[in-house]
T-cell receptor, first 114, second 114 residues
Framework: KAGVTQTPRYLIKTRGQQVTLSCSPI?????VSWYQQTPGQGLQFLFE???????NKGNFPGRFSGRQFSNSRSEMNVSTLELGDSALYLC?????????????FGPGTRLTVT | AQSVSQHNHHVILSEAASLELGCNYS??????LFWYVQYPGQHLQLLLK??????LVKGIKGFEAEFIKSKFSFNLRKPSVQWSDTAEYFC????????????FGTGTLLAVQP
């Protein structure tokens, strides 16, 4: 099976702009979670989507939003970018049932805000 | 607030040395525990997990971890490390009922010298 894919892999944006990142989960996986990784704060949970519904949310401002489509693909959006949003954004997918907690991570999208 | 502590930020070992990385979490209820590994240039991979049952769990590549409930700990061990174990290791917790909301520790960078 193909792994989790994320596009684009690298992105440079300017403060005040908005950005949309995409994640395609492993085939058959219905849960998609997003994480932000920075040198200062480490890995932090953004939100999780399951069957097109947000199931969990981390402590990020409302500028960070996401959605999930019927084919389980997910997007996250960051509006009014700030310098501090520069980070590696990771997407992870998981199955249902007894393997629901095993998350498989993608390579990430490296966002640089200038 | 729920948190995960990894006490060793940077560990340097020679090949064949034994490894133990500490992990403590702060959550009083049921938890699911994980160790993830990130090899240079690669994405996060699940090393091992504990949900219930035998507190000594074995993962890939000869790694094991022991859950000690009374100490809120989930330390990672390997009897004999190899140069290929050079990577960053993350301990993570999903508090009971939080589905896929992984709370990560700050990570331990392991360098194995040949």
């Amino acid at each position: 099976k193909a792994g989790v894919t994320q596009t684009p892999r690298y992105l440079i944006k300017t403060r005040g702009q908005q950005v949309t990142l995409s994640c395609s989960p492993i085939s058959g996986h219905r849960s998609v979670s997003w994480y932000q990784q920075t040198p200062g704060q480490g890995l932090q949970f953004l939100f999780e989507y399951f069957s097109e519904t947000q199931r969990n949310k981390g402590n990020f401002p409302g500028r960070f939003s996401g959605r999930q489509f019927s084919n389980s693909r997910s997007e996250m959006n960051v509006s009014t970018l700030e310098l501090g949003d520069s980070a590696l954004y990771l997407c992870a997918s998981s199955q249902t049932g007894d393997k629901a907690y095993e998350q498989y991570f993608g390579p990430g999208t490296r966002l640089t805000v200038t | 607030a729920q948190s995960v502590s990894q006490h060793n930020h940077h560990v340097i070992l020679s090949e064949a040395a034994s490894l133990e990385l500490g992990c403590n979490y702060s959550y009083g209820g049921t938890v699911n525990l994980f160790w993830y590994v990130q090899y240079p240039g690669q994405h996060l991979q699940l090393l091992l997990k504990y949900f219930s049952g035998d507190p000594l769990v074995k993962g890939i590549k000869g790694f094991e971890a022991e859950f000690i409930k009374s100490k809120f700990s989930f330390n990672l061990r390997k009897p004999s490390v190899q140069w290929s174990d050079t990577a960053e290791y993350f301990c993570a917790v999903i508090p009971g009922g939080a589905t896929n909301k992984l709370i990560f520790g700050t990570g331990t960078l392991l360098a194995v010298q040949p």
